[in-house]
């Protein structure tokens, strides 16, 4: 009887077990429980477990299997030496073609733009459609109204308006624009006995509106000045909306525990996080004696700024700004006013959701609701105030009695873990959905974050194998992304005055022996969890900011006579100078330090008590000569402490005689200007 030729190829042997973790891309990197790619590590990981106990238990039996017969042994032989010689050329082929396509840079193509301009306005109306079909909608199109065509997208709960206002339709170049989108939900939304009302959210409308209309705005403009890329990066951004609001439709349809609370939630949580941060902004303008909060300083005070429906239909958070872009953002942006019942600042919040989002320095974290399949990395609720030092609450005290938590589903609902049936998880995304890198993180300060979304975890046991780093170098070699074939042992970066009122710095910094990891998503469960995870990345994006205010390499700098060119004779008012210890460096050499972050939990349950340990504030410490004819040392302490005026406070040690004040180095490490503290001391020390 013949054999089949996919009967044979595909069964499993040793060989082909083993084969396929022999790729140096099957198996994970940094695996820690805050990756996006968390899931798909973690089974590899028992996929791997599985292998080795099948290659256990196959060796086991051959151990038990007489092997005394010459022929047995030559079949035995003969169909390994076969399976080495097909399972490549099927499988391997496959495998890498699969990864090349999942390495590749991303590949977007732009939208099919019609050339013919009068046929754009009914093309964008199919293109809504499609999307609506293709997130799992119902799709009807009035044209009823003369110069006005609607659009109905219906889930089984949720129900889109979208109104189309065409002008010039009989022209040869008519235009299109979203003149409404409103949304309504199917069931009353009101469990409080009041008059019932099935009106959505206006601020929902406001996004859906707003991403329609830049799709429009962008396939309507010239045919030598539109960007097909670009519209169909809108259209995707209109999408997975749309795909977003069919998840909470089917929640919201369930009969046990569904209901508009999937909704309405966010809805009513964005007024109570915006007057919150508005008595945030009024203390820090109260304590500079402004009328309005700087937002760079606003951002290392307080909370996170909140941005509702800024990427997708829920909230985001903007958690850090570099000074460069928090400059250029006043510099570009005219002055405006703020609308009562917001944060007061002098960046008005419209500008700063229309450009921060594009700035590469700034920070920005999503809340939104997910679908995962597996099992939970962490339990649904382990919120423990007791146990945490975070969040904290120093300008607004009545912070502390916020709460909020996000909807759950009941727990009969929960799928089990082993099932194929997925999970609903908020997550705190610091990628934009896989855009952006993420923030690098110390490997203590993501403990931190686990200690927030589970208390218990971290407790007792503080040993490595929670977060395994294979060799990825310490979180400055993540931070700084150098080509190095591993950790150097010391960078180096030259900084020079703009001013030149002191000589070049020499900046010598040793990266501190600790793991690093890049933090994508955090799974919360309340406000509170969000409030003391975001503490922890803005000190660590305060950490990085300062960082990458130079441009470190991991070569020696070349001699100060290489740079300038050729050396010239020294005259009699240098050598004078030399003589009288006066003498002007052409380099003053920097040490950098990151003192150790450390988390101490190992005595919590020491005793009858439980003991709080007081967190490590996050610092930067550099040493310098002093200058001639003192000799010694000068030390620099630059620490991000959220109690002081501008968010940051200095300490030095040495420089005798200097005069200077606290406020105006607090003032310079405010402007970015970190880093340049030795020189200027070493300008004022006359």
Excluded at 577 to 586: E, I, M, S, W
Aim: hydrophobic fraction near 35%; aromatic fraction near 6%; charge should be negative.
């Amino acid at each position: 009887m013949a054999t089949t030729e996919a009967e044979f190829p595909l069964q499993e042997s040793l060989y082909s077990t083993l084969q396929k973790f022999q790729n140096h891309t099957a198996l994970p990197k940094g695996i820690h429980p805050f990756a996006t790619s968390i899931e798909e590590s973690c089974n590899t990981l028992q996929n791997l477990i599985h292998a080795t106990s099948q290659v256990s238990d196959s060796l086991s039996t051959y151990l038990t299997t007489p092997l005394s017969d010459p022929k047995l042994i030559s079949l035995l032989h003969q169909k390994s030496q076969f399976s080495q010689n097909t399972y490549p050329s099927n499988h391997h082929g496959v495998e890498h073609i699969i990864d090349s396509l999942r390495t590749r840079p991303e590949t977007r193509y732009g939208e099919d733009i019609p050339l013919d301009r009068s046929l754009i306005a009914n093309w964008c109306i199919s293109r809504l459609e499609t999307w609506g079909v293709s997130a799992g909608m119902e799709t009807f199109r009035d044209e009823s109204r003369i110069g006005n065509i609607s659009v109905v997208l219906g889930g089984k709960v949720l129900v889109v308006d979208v109104d189309f206002s065409i002008e010039g339709a009989e022209t040869s170049t008519p235009k299109i624009t979203s003149a409404n989108v409103k949304t309504s939900y199917a069931i009353s939304n009101n469990p409080t006995g009041s008059a019932p009302t099935t009106a959505g959210s206006v601020s929902l409308d406001a996004c859906l509106k707003g991403s329609i209309h830049n799709f429009c705005l962008e396939v309507q403009k010239p045919e030598e000045s539109h960007n097909p890329i670009q519209a169909k990066k809108l259209g995707i951004t209109v999408l997975q909306q749309l795909r977003y609001l069919v998840m909470l439709d089917k929640l919201a349809a369930r009969s046990d525990d569904g209901g508009l609370k999937w909704f309405v939630d966010i809805d009513q949580l964005c007024p109570v996080l915006e007057e919150f941060a508005r008595c945030e902004a009024e203390a820090v303008a109260s304590s500079l004696s402004l009328t309005q909060a700087p937002l760079d300083i606003f951002l290392l005070r307080s909370h996170a700024l909140p941005l509702p429906y800024l990427q997708c239909p829920s909230i985001s958070f903007l958690v850090y700004v570099s000074p460069l872009d928090y400059l250029t953002l006043r510099r570009l942006l005219p002055l405006g006013s703020t609308q009562s019942g917001l944060p007061q600042l002098d960046t008005p919040l419209d500008r700063i959701r229309e450009h921060v989002p594009s700035y590469e320095g700034s920070i920005i974290a999503t809340l939104s609701l997910s679908a995962q399949k597996g099992s939970q990395m962490f339990p649904a609720s382990m919120s423990m105030p007791t146990l945490s030092t975070r969040p904290n609450f120093p300008l607004v005290p009545k912070g502390s009695e916020l709460e909020h938590v996000f909807p759950q589903l009941a727990e009969s609902s929960v799928p089990n873990p082993e099932s194929s049936h997925s999970h609903y998880v908020w997550t705190l995304d610091f990628t934009d959905g896989g855009k952006h890198r993420g923030v690098v993180m110390s490997q203590s300060r993501l403990r931190d974050i686990e200690l927030v979304v589970n208390p218990l975890g971290g407790m007792g046991n503080m040993n490595p194998v929670n977060m395994m780093s294979f060799g990825n170098g310490s979180w400055v070699d993540h931070l700084l992304n150098l080509p190095s074939a591993g950790s150097p042992e010391r960078y180096s970066a030259l900084y020079k005055s703009p001013t030149n009122a002191h000589p070049p710095l020499e900046l010598r910094l040793a990266p501190p022996d600790e793991p690093g990891f890049i933090l994508e998503k955090v799974p919360v469960n309340s406000m509170k969890e969000i409030w003391g995870i975001l503490e922890i990345v803005r000190e660590q994006c305060w950490l990085n900011g300062i960082l990458l205010g130079c441009q470190w390499s991991t070569q020696p700098l070349p001699p100060t006579s290489e740079v300038q060119g050729i050396e010239t004779p020294a005259n009699d008012e240098e050598l004078g100078a030399v003589l009288r210890g006066t003498v002007t460096p052409r380099k003053i050499p920097v040490n950098v330090f990151l003192p150790f972050h450390s988390t101490n939990t190992d005595s919590l349950f020491d005793g009858a008590n439980l003991e709080i340990h007081p967190r490590t504030k996050p610092r930067i410490v550099m040493t310098c000569p002093e200058r001639p004819p003192i000799s010694g040392l000068v030390e620099i302490t630059v620490m991000y402490d959220e109690t002081k005026l501008r968010g940051v406070s200095t300490e030095i040690s040495g420089a005798m005689g200097l005069d200077i004040k606290s406020d105006v180095l607090e003032e310079i490490c405010r402007r970015g200007g970190t880093l340049s503290l030795p020189g200027r001391i070493w300008a004022k020390a006359n």
